[in-house]
């Protein structure tokens, strides 16, 4: 705290991401990146954009990245918002269209950054337990709300919804955005963003960072009805012109037009998942069911915070929640392989103490 801070500074609870340690060789398990790397067209697309014409402002409205996506999901191009990574995108919609006079509702244990967001925009909001399984539903979420957002599959616990359950809430809450982080879903989900058509309530959120490789470039999207779309443009165009440099707009389009790349990265990251929760069952961990990229894990005789350390003494970082009901959960992201067999490896070696 300081004198120059703002009451808003000095308000703020601030996100803290997973770590990005500069220890080489570390086995990074932490932050849901994806092991694959992303396509080579998007590195040469970088590289060839990689000129004299950075001297140049970007497109502000990015519409070759627009024209990518709309493509790639078969919606308009007018259908799609693009941000500097999804958190910001997500960022403006809790801004533009969250921020209402009755509390928005999300899950209690969901993306941490949610409740960040509304502290920062002063958003009311509620939290919904999941259940005993850890699972969202629907049912729970029948109350008066000025807006719903939740990950699917959900944040950390990778556990997917159907869509058939989405399409009710759309249906039972038709005066109430409905935001849908789909962060995940392509590891094993479907997407709503068919059914944009059908509800203008409907409003979901896509990042490249991790089905596509590309966390490092800070592109995420939404897709929506034109209304909402413009709701974002207007707090996009009062924030910052240009969230989107020159190298991103081009390197994120490459992704979308590079679709074998994709469809291999995303099937070999669900066929290493598979395997690890089948090793770690072996072991005695509890694995929810994850439709993610990672898994969410406990085992009921070692507690996750000094497993999560005796791990990190081995070279291995994965991620510990320390928040009521998941406090004994590991949140261990899908690497190679190699390094999923590293982690299998020192965590038979923890057990055995
Ligand atoms: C990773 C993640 C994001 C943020 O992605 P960026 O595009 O990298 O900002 C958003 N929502 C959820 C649920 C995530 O896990």
């Known amino acids: ?92 919609i809790f801004l533009g269209l969250l921020k209402q006079a009755q509390p928005i509702l999300f899950p209690d244990i ?54 058939i359950e989405i399409e009710k809430l759309l249906r039972s809450n038709p005066d109430s955005v409905v935001v849908i982080d789909e962060a995940y879903v392509d590891f094993g989900g479907e997407s709503v963003i068919p059914l944009i058509a059908n509800y203008p309530n ?32 207007r707090v996009k165009n009062s924030f910052n012109s240009y969230p989107l440099g020159r190298l991103a707009i081009v390197g994120a389009s490459a992704a979308f037009e590079d679709r074998e790349y994709f469809e291999n990265s995303r099937k070999t990251v669900i066929a290493s998942r598979e395997k690890l929760i089948s090793e770690l069952t072996a072991l005695g961990f509890e694995v929810l069911p994850s439709a993610a990229n990672f898994v969410f894990a406990r085992h009921p005789l070692r507690d996750a915070e000094k497993s999560a350390l005796a791990l990190r003494q081995r070279g291995i970082i994965v991620r510990h929640f320390k928040l009521p009901r998941i406090d004994q959960f590991l949140r261990i992201t899908i690497g190679t392989d190699e390094q999923c067999a590293a982690l299998v490896s020192a965590l038979k070696d923890i057990l055995r103490d």
């Open 202 to 233: 409907l409003l979901v959120v896509q990042t490249l960072s991790k089905a596509r490789s590309l966390a490092g470039l800070r592109v995420g999207f939404a897709v929506g009805h034109v209304d909402l779309i413009e709701a974002l443009e």
């Open 110 to 163: 969901t993306y941490s950054f949610y409740p960040v967001y509304c502290g920062l925009y002063q958003v009311a909001y509620e939290t919904i337990p999941l259940t005993e399984d850890f699972l969202i539903r629907i049912g729970d979420y029948a109350k008066p709300n000025g807006g719903i957002i939740f990950p699917n599959p959900n944040a950390p616990t990778g556990c997917l919804l159907a869509l």
């Open 1 to 92: 705290m300081n004198r120059f801070w703002s009451d808003v500074a000095k308000g703020l609870s601030p996100y803290v991401p997973g770590e990005q340690p500069k220890l080489a060789n570390l086995v990074k398990l932490n932050t849901n990146e994806n092991p694959c790397g992303p396509s080579p067209r998007v590195l040469a697309a970088i590289r060839d954009a990689t000129s004299d014409s950075l001297r140049l402002y970007p497109d502000p409205s990015a519409e070759q990245l627009k024209a990518a996506i709309g493509k790639y999901h078969a919606v308009d191009a007018k259908n799609v918002f693009v941000g500097n990574g999804s958190d910001e995108v997500l960022a403006h």
